[in-house]
């Protein structure tokens, strides 16, 4: 479209710098006290990445995943744990992203607790820590879908349904 800003355009700068901004606001409620509820920590960072990549397709929802995977490995340390893994799973809900109707918040509810089950059997496999499976990965998968959808509407109001950032929607005067 000719006389448009670039960084207004679907996937434009302003988008992906809303959502690095996000990241970081979420990363920060991380590591609070706030993420803890009881016996399970809630991980904000793998709704957002699994809210992105719903919304935004597989290619968007892998770079936006690693992204998200960076900043809890910088957060708490320990290497790439984080990164590789979700960066494959945000991967893994962008390409359902066809079958989905993104204008319902409600779709991101099982793919938050599909992600956050596969990322605990990662890491208990990784640790060696298998005995947790009922006492804490299903409160945990149950704690993050309870914060997925108020996440997802924020990244929804981000990046609009149909791959449209909400700064590339016109406003009238």
């Known amino acids: 479209m000719k006389g448009r800003d670039p960084n207004l355009r679907e996937g434009g700068a302003l988008a ?7 990241l970081v606001l ?3 409620l991380q590591i ?3 993420a803890d509820w009881g016996r399970v920590r809630v991980d904000f960072l793998l709704a957002a990445a699994m809210a992105w990549a719903a919304l935004s397709g597989p290619r968007r929802g892998l ?4 992204a998200s ?3 809890e490995d910088f957060l708490i340390g320990g290497g790439i744990r984080f990164t590789v893994l979700r960066a494959l799973m945000a991967f893994v809900a962008g390409t359902v992203r066809p ?3 993104v204008r319902q918040a409600a779709i991101i509810v099982p793919l938050v607790v599909a992600a956050s089950l596969a990322q605990e059997a990662f890491l208990g496999l990784l640790f060696h820590n298998w005995d947790r499976f009922v006492a804490v990965w299903i409160p945990t998968a149950l704690a993050n879908a309870v914060v997925s959808w108020p996440v997802y509407l ?3 109001t981000i ?3 149909g791959g449209k950032s909400a700064a590339a929607s016109p406003r009238s005067a």
């Open 16 to 22: 992906w710098t809303l959502g690095l901004v996000l």
């Open 32 to 34: 609070s006290s706030l």
């Open 63 to 66: 770079i936006f995943g690693m």
């Open 154 to 156: 924020l990244v929804r």
């Open 69 to 71: 995977g960076i900043v």
């Open 159 to 161: 990046w609009r349904p």
């Open 99 to 101: 079958v989905l109707n």
């Open 26 to 28: 979420l990363g920060g």
